[in-house]
């Protein structure tokens, strides 16, 4: 079973910067290369909403709420997906999952909290 496993949550002001990873095991690089990425969110009491993807062939999808302000990529060698998120809002406030799928399955990590507070 696929593992994977976000970082770099925490508590931040608004305005201010964050960057978080997840990092997959139990996969190979070439079937990992095949996959799409992605991050969500969950607000307390809201739905999981998407905030970006980025297929296997390289094309990037923005939620509308952080186009602009957030960033995704993928280092494929290494298993892992990056989100740079800037100019952070108190609506980015959420835990923070990603998520690999493809034609076939679709795998979830456990979550990161994102805080944004001044």
């Known amino acids: 079973q696929v593992q994977l496993v976000e970082s770099g949550g925490g508590l931040v002001q608004p305005g201010e910067s964050l960057a978080l990873s997840c990092a997959a095991s139990r996969i190979s690089e070439i079937y990992y290369r095949g996959y799409d990425v992605a991050w969500y969110r969950q607000a307390s009491g809201k739905e999981r909403e998407l905030v970006a993807r980025?297929?296997?062939?390289?094309?990037?999808k923005y939620g509308d709420s952080v186009k602009g302000r957030f960033s995704i990529s993928r280092d494929d060698t290494m298993k892992m997906v990056g989100l740079q998120m800037n100019r952070l809002k108190p609506d980015d406030t959420g835990v923070y999952y990603c998520?690999?799928?493809?034609?076939?399955?679709?795998?979830w990590g456990e979550g990161t909290l994102v805080t944004v507070s001044a």
């Open positions: 980025l297929t296997s062939e390289g094309t990037t």
């Open positions: 998520n690999l799928r493809n034609s076939l399955r679709v795998y």
